[in-house]
């Protein structure tokens, strides 16, 4: 049963800014966009050489790249989202980094 | 007449005659002009990453990257935004990666201007460590050369190949286009021959 009494204390309520709705440990991704210039054989050596993914592996995310217009190539934290973006860009690929959704 | 890269027991050679190479090169070295960072690569990694380092930090003004009045458009190809959507993300990503991968794509165009010029006899010849270089240079080339063509999505290329059935022989475009192909069925071999395709050879992966 609630007391009506005058209190100074502040209100406490829950309050959640809108960063911590979205939670802070949320993993990136790194995406590779479809383009007309680089070859699908270019693509898979990339996913292989710079990845190290296995053969088929590289295949199916250049046939994503190819057929979807794009695919996310890895996920983690920013930072290593980052380092992906800037060396698959180092190899000429489109590559973008966004918080997972 | 071209022989495309192939492996051969000193590495993977390619046959290109004087005209090819000299096209060739003018256009690795256009590409490597317009890559130029502004602190020239050493060769040493080290040393270039922590040029690289200072530039970065000293880019903060604004007054490069993509926030440069004169930029050239065919560098949002080579150097392309690396978040969509949050241009202040995409910025700041500038700043701090755009020298570096300036310098990673010039040392491989100087590898590549190199191992054409080192030909002889007509056999451009590639190992291990230049194999790499010489191949995603290749890319920024025709990046390079696709991007001044127009060819920006998939619609714009098949518009431009279908465009070469009727175009002017004096056509520059013609010209570009050709060269533009040339170089994509030599990055297509030296991409199969240095993935070792020929054993798994069941996929005819084409443009």
Redesign the interface.
């Given at each position: 049963m609630p007391t009506a009494s005058l209190s100074l204390a502040p209100v406490e309520e829950e309050v959640t800014s809108v960063e911590e709705v979205v939670s802070p440990d949320l993993p990136w991704v790194t995406i590779v966009w479809?383009?007309?210039?680089?070859?699908?054989?270019?693509v898979?050596?990339v996913f292989?050489?710079y990845f190290a993914y296995p053969?088929t592996k590289a295949?199916k995310l250049m046939m994503d790249v190819h057929l979807k217009g794009r695919a996310v190539v890895s996920h983690g934290p920013r930072e290593s989202m980052?380092r992906d973006?800037?060396a698959l860009?180092?190899?000429?690929l489109?590559?973008?980094?966004?918080k997972d959704s | 007449m071209a022989r495309a890269f192939l492996r051969e027991s000193e590495g993977l050679v390619a046959l290109l005659d004087d005209g090819e190479r000299t096209i060739l090169s003018g256009l690795m070295q256009q590409t490597r002009v317009l890559l130029s960072p502004e602190i020239e690569p050493t060769g040493d990694a080290f040393d270039d990453l922590v040029a690289s380092m200072g530039v970065s930090l000293a880019a903060d003004q604004g007054a490069s990257g993509a926030d440069a009045p004169h930029r050239d458009p065919a560098l949002d190809r080579l150097l392309p935004t690396a978040h969509r959507g949050d241009d202040e993300v995409a910025a700041e990503f500038r700043r701090l990666t755009e020298e570096g991968l300036r310098q990673r794509k010039s040392s491989n165009l100087d590898v590549a201007i190199d191992r054409v010029a080192a030909a002889s006899e007509d056999r451009v010849v590639l190992d291990d460590a230049s194999a790499p270089a010489f191949l995603i240079a290749l890319t920024d080339v025709r990046l390079l050369l696709g991007e001044r063509m127009g060819m920006r999505t998939e619609e714009d290329a098949e518009a431009l190949h279908a465009a070469m059935e009727t175009i002017a022989d004096d056509d520059p475009l013609g010209y570009a286009m050709a060269w533009y192909d040339f170089l994509t069925w030599l990055q297509e071999t030296l991409a199969h021959a240095l993935m070792g395709d020929g054993d798994d050879g069941d996929d005819g992966d084409d443009v």
């Amino acid at each position: 049963m609630p007391t009506a009494s005058l209190s100074l204390a502040p209100v406490e309520e829950e309050v959640t800014s809108v960063e911590e709705v979205v939670s802070p440990d949320l993993p990136w991704v790194t995406i590779v966009w479809n383009d007309p210039v680089n070859l699908m054989t270019y693509v898979t050596w990339v996913f292989e050489s710079y990845f190290a993914y296995p053969r088929t592996k590289a295949e199916k995310l250049m046939m994503d790249v190819h057929l979807k217009g794009r695919a996310v190539v890895s996920h983690g934290p920013r930072e290593s989202m980052e380092r992906d973006a800037e060396a698959l860009q180092g190899y000429g690929l489109w590559a973008t980094f966004e918080k997972d959704s | 007449m071209a022989r495309a890269f192939l492996r051969e027991s000193e590495g993977l050679v390619a046959l290109l005659d004087d005209g090819e190479r000299t096209i060739l090169s003018g256009l690795m070295q256009q590409t490597r002009v317009l890559l130029s960072p502004e602190i020239e690569p050493t060769g040493d990694a080290f040393d270039d990453l922590v040029a690289s380092m200072g530039v970065s930090l000293a880019a903060d003004q604004g007054a490069s990257g993509a926030d440069a009045p004169h930029r050239d458009p065919a560098l949002d190809r080579l150097l392309p935004t690396a978040h969509r959507g949050d241009d202040e993300v995409a910025a700041e990503f500038r700043r701090l990666t755009e020298e570096g991968l300036r310098q990673r794509k010039s040392s491989n165009l100087d590898v590549a201007i190199d191992r054409v010029a080192a030909a002889s006899e007509d056999r451009v010849v590639l190992d291990d460590a230049s194999a790499p270089a010489f191949l995603i240079a290749l890319t920024d080339v025709r990046l390079l050369l696709g991007e001044r063509m127009g060819m920006r999505t998939e619609e714009d290329a098949e518009a431009l190949h279908a465009a070469m059935e009727t175009i002017a022989d004096d056509d520059p475009l013609g010209y570009a286009m050709a060269w533009y192909d040339f170089l994509t069925w030599l990055q297509e071999t030296l991409a199969h021959a240095l993935m070792g395709d020929g054993d798994d050879g069941d996929d005819g992966d084409d443009v």
